[in-house]
């Protein structure tokens, strides 16, 4: 099993700097999302276009880095529709020129009516909704099938594509194979379900299986009412059984660290490799 980092949660760097210390920390591939991660020598955000994707392409190649996915993410509910309409171009961009990074995924989630706070919205759980996002990923999927690129939509709780079921009606209703799917458990639960969390995790890979192409890692405890993230192990996630549902059901899924950032890098990854290696 192949395991990776959201590459800015190493901290914003140089394209150099940035792969430099991904390579250090001992992974080999990426999430990446070139405005939040590479910055320039004036600490500019890069963003993605043909010419920057080359460049990154030709430094990951010296390191022997992999881009597991391309990052776009963006809220297609949002209330400013130009902002919509250019994250929507961006993201597009993405889908064709990934093939330059040998790299066959772009994701995002799917939105909510709180614009940029990207959290529970009573109308983000509406058949509006649902009917809203869905105009902007039945036209996402039509350009990943021209550009041969694979669109990965990933579910949230507090957004409108907020559960398993809700994402397969997507997926189903989208009926392609250029759109596939990215699995965050921390995303899915809510301090009504929490405690479910295997149940939810298992049934997310067992209704998408191998259309499941990114794991993303998190670990949380809750303290005052509240669900706070924090370092891999240092919470109630069981990574023995996270690990070995995706061995199971799909086993050439990315485990990739999100959010997992400064001294919790090296432990996390340390306890992530043991269990891959007693699969």
């Avoid at 529709?81 to 330059?100: Q, S």
């Avoid at 799917?110 to 902007?136: H, V």
């Avoid at 990943?144 to 398993?164: C, D, Q, R």
Wanted: glycine fraction near 6%.
């Amino acid at each position: 099993m192949k395991i990776g980092i959201r590459a800015h949660d190493l901290g914003k760097n140089t394209i150099t700097g940035l792969l430099d210390k991904a390579k250090e920390f001992g992974f080999e591939n990426l999430q990446l999302v070139f405005k939040k991660g590479f910055i320039d020598s004036n600490g500019n955000p890069i963003p993605f276009n043909e010419e920057n994707a080359k460049i990154v392409a030709e430094e990951l190649k010296k390191r022997n880095l992999h881009v597991a996915m391309l990052g776009a993410y963006f809220n297609p509910v949002h209330s400013n529709k130009e902002l919509v309409k250019a994250n929507t171009e961006y993201f597009e961009e993405h889908l064709r020129f990934a093939h330059i990074l040998d790299c066959k995924y772009v994701g995002t989630e799917t939105g909510s009516y709180n614009d940029d706070k990207w959290t529970y919205n009573p109308k983000n759980q509406t058949e509006e909704g649902y009917l809203e996002t869905m105009k902007t990923f039945t036209h996402l999927k039509d350009v990943a099938e021209k550009y041969n690129t694979t669109l990965l939509m990933e579910p949230a709780w507090g957004h409108v594509i907020f559960s398993v079921d809700q994402l397969k009606r997507a997926i189903d209703e989208l009926h392609s194979p250029n759109v596939k799917v990215t699995i965050d458990i921390f995303n899915l639960i809510y301090l009504g379900n929490y405690k479910k969390y295997k149940e939810i995790f298992e049934n997310a890979l067992t209704t998408f299986k191998e259309d499941v192409k990114i794991i993303h890692l998190k670990d949380f405890y809750v303290k005052d009412d509240k669900i706070v993230q924090c370092g891999l192990g240092k919470g109630i996630i069981d990574f023995d059984f996270i690990v070995s549902t995706v061995y199971k059901y799909s086993p050439n899924a990315v485990l990739v660290f999100e959010g997992v950032t400064g001294d919790d890098i090296k432990p996390s990854l340390k306890l992530i490799d043991t269990i891959v290696k007693k699969l």
